[in-house]
């Protein structure tokens, strides 16, 4: 599985930003996905995740109420919205595929490039 994410960008506070990671290959839908994000000052923290069939999401406390992710399995993408977006957000966000777990980075096999998430005060 490879995978691309894409839609990071400067943003103000208080605003929306709709993070893709789009991947190839026909297991995709078999995986579980995660977002993680990482600073320089921070290790790489798990944001948000969802089970192989969509059913089943989790997130962070830091996240919980203002970001959604979701997948499409017709499109091999998952989407990471991020709403009320505050400046300690500012990260590079990073999309992940894994059968082993969802809140652990180490337990993911596979990961995107990153994208660069940064929210202005």
């Known amino acids: 599985v490879q995978l691309q994410a894409s839609g990071g960008g400067l943003v103000q506070a208080g605003d929306s930003l709709t993070l893709s990671c789009a991947a190839s290959?026909?297991?995709?839908?078999?995986?579980?996905m995660g977002w993680f994000r990482q600073t320089r000052e921070r290790e790489r923290e798990f944001v948000a995740a969802?089970?192989?069939?969509?059913?089943?999401?989790y997130y962070a406390d830091s996240v919980k109420g203002r970001f959604t992710i979701s997948r499409d399995n017709a499109k091999n993408t998952v989407y990471l919205q991020m709403n009320s977006l505050k400046p300690e957000d500012t990260a590079v966000y990073y999309c992940a595929a894994g059968r082993g777990g969802y809140y652990t980075a180490s337990l993911y096999d596979y990961w995107g490039q990153g994208t660069q998430v940064t929210v202005s005060s």
């Open positions: 290959g026909r297991t995709f839908s078999t995986y579980g």
């Open positions: 969802i089970r192989w069939s969509g059913g089943s999401t």
